[in-house]
């Protein structure tokens, strides 16, 4: 199992992508994401990270989370993530491809919700049940030979690790989702797969059959920001991981989101987060932990 505590000395190699099954497990110090000058990557699969020993830091989308043994952090696809490299750190990793688990699988979860990073500190039995939920998985890993049924066996051990993760943030017996929750939900979804086409409103509450004010209405309520806040709160975002973790010009990136004109893209960048695009790009480069938290717009 994997102890609390417990290193682990392995070469980093490559980052820990899913296996034959769709699911990999491995440690920190195995993967290129444990160097000790780290550049932010972004994955195109789920990463959940446990940390065994040692203290240091994740970055996630740009939120810097102390790390300590018992500390578990679920990063989603597309995030931008680096750990900070430092010594002696170590963490039980397992990865999975997006669309390995479907949604009757893992009630009460939104595996694909790209919002802020899912992290807790774990008390100690706690992480001793999660730790070999980790365990179990790696070893099934190791040892099973490519095929149906250990491919569906690893499924169902990766679906019961992360409902045990449910059941400490989310135990049963809590309320249904408000009528207003749902409807933010299947906003931010339907943002998920269009940001980068529209940063309009109406666009949005047109696809999902609702006015502008019910969006608004749903967003205040979930978020405290208007919908055109989230929209854009959700357009800077995709911004600063193109900005970190590609080599595009700010010109490309700024096509790519929707602004034809790289001064349009600039004046909008600097409004949300309030550095210019190329002074936002240096700073992650030369020094990843001074990295500003998005400007809060008040509209």
Not at 12 to 25: C, K
Not at 31 to 43: C, H, K, N
Not at 134 to 154: H, Y
Not at 184 to 202: C, D, I, Y
Request: aromatic share 6%; proline share 7%.
């Amino acid at each position: 199992m994997f102890s609390i505590g417990q290193r682990t000395r392995q070469p980093a190699a490559m980052p820990p992508a899913p296996a034959w099954a769709g699911v990999g497990a491995c440690t920190l110090p195995e993967t290129e994401l444990a160097v000790r000058q780290p550049a932010p990557q972004r994955l195109p699969y789920h990463l959940l990270a446990l940390t065994t020993a040692g203290q240091g830091t994740v970055e996630v989308d740009f939120d810097t989370r102390e790390c300590r043994p018992g500390t578990v952090v679920w990063i989603r696809p597309g995030q931008a993530v680096r750990f900070g490299g430092q010594e002696g750190l170590d963490a039980a990793l397992v990865s999975w491809e997006p669309q390995l688990l479907s949604g009757d699988q893992l009630p009460g979860l939104t595996t694909e919700d790209a919002g802020p990073t899912a992290s807790r500190d774990l008390q100690r039995t706690d992480a001793e049940t999660i730790g070999d939920g980790f365990a179990r998985l790696a070893g099934d890993c190791d040892r099973l030979s490519p095929g149906p049924v250990a491919a569906s066996l690893l499924r169902h051990e990766l679906a019961v690790l992360l409902l045990r993760m449910a059941l400490l943030t989310r135990p049963d017996g809590e309320s249904p989702p408000s009528a207003e929750a749902r409807t933010f939900a299947r906003f931010r979804r339907t943002l998920e797969e269009g940001h980068a086409a529209s940063r309009r409103v109406e666009d949005y509450a047109a696809q999902l059959g609702c006015s502008v004010r019910t969006l608004t209405r749903a967003s205040l309520a979930t978020t405290g920001r208007t919908a055109k806040q989230v929209v854009d709160d959700r357009v800077a975002l995709e911004a600063r991981r193109m900005l970190a973790c590609t080599d595009d010009s700010v010109a490309e990136v700024g096509r790519s989101l929707g602004f034809p004109e790289p001064t349009n893209f600039g004046r909008f960048f600097h409004r949300e987060v309030g550095q210019s695009p190329g002074t936002f790009r240096a700073g992650v480069r030369d020094g990843w932990n001074h990295v500003p938290e998005q400007r809060v717009a008040v509209e």
